[in-house]
């Protein structure tokens, strides 16, 4: 699996200051992990890659195409939030599922085919009727991964994917990613969340502070969380 997500001198400036600084980058590995303390730019990466903002200078091309047209990208890219429920629009599990695979082409009986054949698959054949929101947060997080799995992109950006889950959740959900054959590129300010991933960026105040194998990036970054824990973490929100 090659292409990927480029960013060329990718920039992004908001009311008068730099969120991230120019980026470029070429994330290609099969699981990439972005890490960094709050603040540090993380989301407004993924919203860059993800075609939601766009760079105020450079480029961000997504399977060798811009990403801010979202139709186009079903086929290459999904994301699945931090929050299930900044993600579902529709009242029943069946129509939420189905409402991807409408939006590429699909007759509505060929969306509904598709769409009992993947819960069936997953063991959820009762899902179909539900009401969304009749679902534990879990099963609304789960549910928003069935639908982008229907549109089979080639990468998959996760935005704290554990955050909020019990353990057992955060243990069913982390199988069924480690079994996708996408690429995952998964944002979170959890080392442990991405010790097996092939590469690791940390990203610091919208800068690449370190880029390589979690063994080479994760100790400092471990490290230099530490410290700042032994002090005063919240001095800068002074400057």
């Given at each position: 699996m090659?292409?990927g997500?480029?960013l060329?001198g990718?920039?992004?400036?908001?009311?008068?200051?730099?969120?991230?600084?120019?980026?470029?980058?070429?994330?290609?590995?099969p699981r990439?992990g972005i890490?960094?303390?709050?603040?540090?730019g993380k989301?407004?990466?993924?919203r860059?890659m993800?075609?939601?903002?766009?760079?105020?200078?450079?480029?961000?091309?997504v399977?060798?195409?811009?990403?801010q047209?979202r139709?186009?990208?079903?086929?290459?890219?999904?994301?699945?939030?931090?929050n299930?429920?900044h993600?579902?629009l529709?009242?029943?599990?069946?129509e939420e599922?189905?409402?991807?695979l409408?939006?590429?082409?699909h007759?509505?009986?060929q969306?509904?085919?598709?769409?009992?054949?993947?819960?069936a698959?997953?063991?959820?054949?009762?899902?179909?009727?539900?009401?969304?929101?009749?679902?534990?947060?879990?099963?609304?997080?789960y549910l928003?991964?069935?639908a982008?799995?229907?549109m089979?992109?080639k990468?998959?950006l996760?935005d704290?994917?554990?955050a909020g889950?019990d353990?057992?959740?955060q243990?069913?959900?982390?199988?069924?990613?480690?079994a996708l054959?996408?690429?995952?590129?998964?944002?979170?300010h959890?080392?442990?969340a991405v010790a097996d991933?092939?590469r690791i960026l940390?990203?610091?105040?919208?800068?690449?502070?370190?880029d390589g194998?979690?063994a080479?990036?994760l100790?400092?970054?471990?490290?230099?969380?530490?410290?700042?824990?032994e002090?005063?973490a919240?001095?800068?929100?002074?400057d």
């Amino acid at each position: 699996m090659q292409v990927g997500i480029t960013l060329t001198g990718a920039r992004l400036r908001l009311q008068g200051r730099d969120i991230l600084a120019p980026l470029s980058l070429s994330l290609v590995e099969p699981r990439i992990g972005i890490i960094g303390r709050n603040g540090s730019g993380k989301t407004s990466l993924l919203r860059l890659m993800a075609g939601l903002v766009a760079p105020t200078s450079g480029e961000v091309l997504v399977e060798g195409r811009a990403p801010q047209d979202r139709r186009a990208m079903l086929a290459n890219l999904g994301i699945l939030f931090q929050n299930p429920d900044h993600q579902i629009l529709f009242p029943t599990v069946g129509e939420e599922l189905a409402f991807g695979l409408r939006q590429i082409g699909h007759s509505q009986a060929q969306a509904e085919a598709a769409v009992t054949a993947l819960l069936a698959a997953e063991g959820r054949s009762h899902w179909f009727s539900a009401n969304t929101h009749a679902l534990s947060q879990g099963q609304r997080h789960y549910l928003c991964l069935l639908a982008i799995l229907l549109m089979a992109p080639k990468t998959i950006l996760l935005d704290e994917p554990f955050a909020g889950l019990d353990l057992p959740t955060q243990a069913r959900l982390a199988r069924r990613l480690k079994a996708l054959p996408q690429r995952l590129i998964t944002i979170t300010h959890d080392p442990v969340a991405v010790a097996d991933c092939d590469r690791i960026l940390w990203l610091d105040a919208g800068c690449i502070r370190a880029d390589g194998p979690p063994a080479v990036v994760l100790p400092g970054f471990t490290t230099e969380m530490t410290r700042i824990g032994e002090v005063d973490a919240d001095t800068d929100l002074a400057d």
